[in-house]
């Protein structure tokens, strides 16, 4: 089997890359800058959305769509029929929106598909950690609980999709617990090793701060976060085999 890996660049991409080649398994990436893929891969360079040169000749797909929009993605996935698709979703696919129409496309090229729908990454908190160094993360609703995931449980389940059968499945991606985002900033410092604490933004500096387009989705998200936290969900035990990885482990590998 050969796989194509788009985003392998990426938080999950490039663990999808190692654990493949871990199992044997033949390995192509669709990359912008040749410079930057990883080693020991057969490199295509090209954009995600025109890859039928990188899909000639796979067997499956991992999949990312890095772009908050369905626009010009018939045209991306033709490329794709009939192959296996790991397709990293989101837990807002549910509701339907873009990540909905990218399912549905993804679905009308193949029937062998597999939707990894993330709540949240754990590397989303990245952007605090400049802060979390002087020892104070300033941003709003900060009890807002979200299940964020390890990357490397994300390519775990990548994997399995692709050396099991795990066809025509919508599995929920979640770490193994819903924190609130001032427990995340806490946990932050401890793994740095200096003490970091939440201070609430107020609103309209969030909006400044964050643009406008973004804000207006993702700050009535994080409000509704607050009395309704994110889905904890037992997919990938069950899937992989073993429990996900908590948000403390997370931090520690990154910043001990
Ligand atoms: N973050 C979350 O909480 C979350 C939640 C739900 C779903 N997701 C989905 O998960 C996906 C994967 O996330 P990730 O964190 O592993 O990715 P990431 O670290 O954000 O990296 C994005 C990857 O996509 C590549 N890329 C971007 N634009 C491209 C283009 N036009 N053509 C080809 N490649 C392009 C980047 O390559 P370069 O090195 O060339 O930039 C990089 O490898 C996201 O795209 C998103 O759709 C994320």
């Known amino acids: ?12 991409g490039r663990h999808v890359v190692s654990g493949l080649r871990d199992a044997g398994v033949d390995v192509r990436v669709l990359v912008r800058d040749p410079a930057k893929a990883p080693e020991g891969t057969e490199a295509v360079v090209g954009d995600i959305t025109d890859p039928a040169e990188a899909a000639e000749g796979v067997d499956a797909v991992y999949f990312v769509w890095p772009f908050y929009s369905a626009e010009g993605i018939d045209k991306a996935v033709k490329p794709f029929k009939d192959k296996k698709i790991a397709y990293v979703s989101s837990a807002a696919a549910e509701e339907g929106g873009f990540w909905g129409d990218v399912e549905e496309a993804v679905r009308n090229v193949t029937g062998d598909w597999t939707f990894l729908r993330i709540t949240g990454l754990a590397t989303n908190t990245l952007g605090w950690v400049g802060q979390a160094k002087t020892g104070k993360v300033r941003a709003p609703y900060g009890q807002a609980k979200r299940s964020l995931v390890h990357e490397k449980d994300v390519a775990d389940m990548a994997i399995k999709a692709f050396t099991e059968d795990h066809a025509r499945q919508i599995y929920l991606v979640t770490g193994p617990e819903a924190l609130s985002q001032a427990d995340q900033v806490r946990i932050i ?32 998200y994080w ?3 607050v009395d309704d936290p994110e889905p904890v969900s037992l997919d990938v035990a069950k899937v992989t085999g073993h429990p996900a990885r908590s948000f403390d482990d997370w931090a520690r590998e990154r910043f001990s």
């Open 1 to 12: 089997m050969k796989v194509l890996v788009t985003g392998a660049t990426g938080n999950t």
């Open 189 to 220: 410092g401890e793994a740095l090793g200096t003490p970091a604490k939440w201070e609430e933004q107020p609103i309209e500096e969030a909006i400044t701060q964050l643009g406008e387009e973004f804000a207006k989705s993702a700050l009535p």
């Open 223 to 225: 409000a509704s976060l």
